[in-house]
């Protein structure tokens, strides 16, 4: 399993905005107080080791990293790595109980999902996804899944999930600040939205 010359362990979570945040130190983060290791690899999918700064939430096949909890604006953006399964694992429900919920609870409402790391989706039940929707709608939020390959995009859409969840594309994503990329896709948001 890999992406192009590069092997799923050398995927690292992108670690330029490590200076404004980190998860492992924000205390209403369901990550708060990990610890993570740059040498010893013990997590894998589907028997290939992934980078240690990935973190667990109960799925074997999908992983995530929260780049960045602004509370104040609220808004999350969280990277996937792996394999989204619906179908046996059940991974949607185990990040929305595991970690939207959690985010949820302390305001937390717009997501910016980036999925260039998810190789693979397979779907299963929709209530969780139409359960998710229903509550950031109500606070005037909104899911964005950004660059989700074109592959697991169209097996996404064949699942009608596109209606819960928004996909977008956008290359250029590193080069801007965590605050100025939620801007960007919370003012396009509001254009869908309103139109």
Do not use: C
């Not at 362990?9 to 404004?20: C, L, V």
């Not at 909104?142 to 928004?166: C, G, H, S």
Request: glycine share 4%.
């Amino acid at each position: 399993m890999n992406r192009g010359d590069i092997v799923m362990h050398e995927i690292e979570p992108f670690y330029n905005w490590r200076h404004i945040y980190t998860s492992e130190t924000d205390e209403r983060s369901p990550f708060f107080g990990r610890v993570y290791s740059e040498f010893e690899f013990s997590q894998t999918i589907y028997n290939y080791y992934i980078h240690p700064q990935w973190d667990e939430f109960g799925s074997r096949t999908l992983y995530l990293k929260v780049l960045m909890a602004d509370y104040e604006e609220g808004y999350a953006i969280i990277e996937l790595i792996g394999e989204w399964n619906d179908a046996i694992e059940d991974d949607i429900m185990q990040f929305k109980r595991d970690v939207i919920d959690h985010f949820q609870t302390n305001g937390i409402y717009k997501y910016i999902l980036l999925a260039e790391n998810v190789l693979n989706y397979h779907s299963g039940d929709r209530d969780y996804y139409e359960e998710w929707y229903e509550e950031f709608m109500d606070e005037n939020g909104w899911v964005v899944i950004l660059n989700m390959p074109e592959a697991t995009q169209y097996d996404f859409r064949k699942a009608k999930l596109q209606r819960y969840l928004e996909l977008m594309q956008m290359d250029n994503w590193r080069t801007y600040k965590p605050y100025h990329l939620f801007k960007k896709i919370d003012q396009d948001m509001q254009f869908r939205l309103n139109m």
